[in-house]
């Protein structure tokens, strides 16, 4: 498989997974399948990426020397080759999506209408930290407009 089929289809997989969770009834069951599902599924194929990757299993198409996590130019060649770049993509479409799921079970539990909940729900799957910080200040604004922190 390509890494161009590999990147669609996590893509494909993670924009569905955002669509039941912020247009379907939050039943337990889907609830349950969007963490260990869609996350865990999608943590499985960052994981695979990874080793196949590092242990040279699959060729990244580039060359990563000189690759590391202290210099942007470092960055920018982990990312150089599309199996680096897809393992990024994955990295974030996993994280932002299990944010997502905590975003919407929080807002439940505190009772936060679904219509509060759309547009925050689509920050953070357009820009994870976005949509999160937005949600935090939100969130602490109705614990303090109650005097309870929890």
Not at 19 to 42: C, D, N, T
Not at 78 to 85: A, E, I, N, Q, Y
Request: no cysteine.
């Amino acid at each position: 498989m390509s890494w161009d089929a590999i990147f669609g289809a996590a893509n494909m997989f993670a924009l569905i997974s955002w669509v039941a969770l912020i247009l379907l009834p939050r039943w337990p069951a889907l609830l349950s399948a969007i963490l260990f599902l869609s996350v865990g599924l999608l943590s499985l194929l960052y994981a695979g990426i990874l080793i196949g990757l590092v242990g040279g299993f699959v060729d990244p198409a580039g060359d990563m020397t000189g690759g590391n996590f202290s210099s942007i130019e470092g960055v920018q060649t982990l990312f150089s080759s599309k199996g680096g770049l897809t393992l990024g993509w994955v990295h974030y479409l996993a994280f932002d999506l299990f944010v997502g799921l905590w975003i919407a079970r929080d807002a439940d539990s505190k009772n936060f209408s679904r219509i509060l909940q759309a547009p925050i729900l689509l920050a953070t799957f357009m820009a994870g930290p976005l949509g999160l910080f937005v949600w935090l200040i939100v969130r602490e604004g109705r614990a303090r407009a109650r005097g309870r922190f929890s």
